[in-house]
């Protein structure tokens, strides 16, 4: 295998809920939350490199050093809304052939519950994916018949996500954050 500059070897999901009367504040223990405080966080695009081991959010986090430069997908969102549901989720697509790149999707979204934030973030890493690899399929059934389409197709194996969510409160900002972390 090639060793190439800059493409990750590792990956992890992560995610975390913070809550604080300032907005930054409740960002910051949002990362606390979901271990990468410590990080100096670059946000990157959608794609899982090829020959990507998946890891345990424990040995991601053991991984990484206080001030590095950490590469991530995120999904962020906040409110100060009492009530109000917030929600994120990063989704990923995980090819069947390990030479070939997957993808990561990223979604925030306000009044869904952390099944719909997922599934849907599974549907958008898995459509991208399933369209790169020319997987043939009906874009008007619904997520869970597509989903058996493309891993029947034997071109997709899996699809997974890390969703959050979490309602608002009087006169404080909450923040969910989710996150696909990479590691060299």
């Known amino acids: 295998m090639a060793n190439y500059p800059m493409v990750p070897t590792r990956a992890f999901f992560t995610k975390g ?24 966080l670059v946000y990157v695009s959608s794609i899982y490199p090829p020959n990507c081991e998946l890891v345990s959010l424990e040995e991601g986090v053991k991984a990484l050093h206080p001030g590095q430069i950490t590469f ?18 990063c989704g990923m697509a995980i090819p069947a052939d390990k030479q070939h790149y997957g993808y990561i999707s990223e979604h925030h979204s ?5 099944k719909e934030l997922g599934d849907f973030a599974e549907d958008l890493a898995s459509t991208m994916l399933a369209t790169t690899l020319g997987v043939d399929f009906d874009p008007e059934i ?3 018949e597509r989903r058996e389409v493309y891993l029947m197709s034997g071109k997709i194996i899996d699809s997974i996500s ?17 996150a696909v972390v990479f590691i060299f």
């Open 72 to 89: 991530c997908v995120m999904a962020r969102n906040q409110t100060n809304e009492k009530g109000r549901l917030v929600g994120s989720a």
């Open 110 to 114: 306000f009044g869904e519950e952390e």
């Open 142 to 144: 619904g997520y869970d």
């Open 162 to 178: 890390a969703p959050i969510s979490a309602i608002g409160t009087s006169n404080m900002w909450t923040t969910t954050v989710s």
């Open 17 to 40: 809920v913070g809550v604080h009367k300032n907005k930054l504040q409740s960002f910051e223990l949002a990362l606390r939350e979901a271990g990468i405080e410590k990080q100096n």
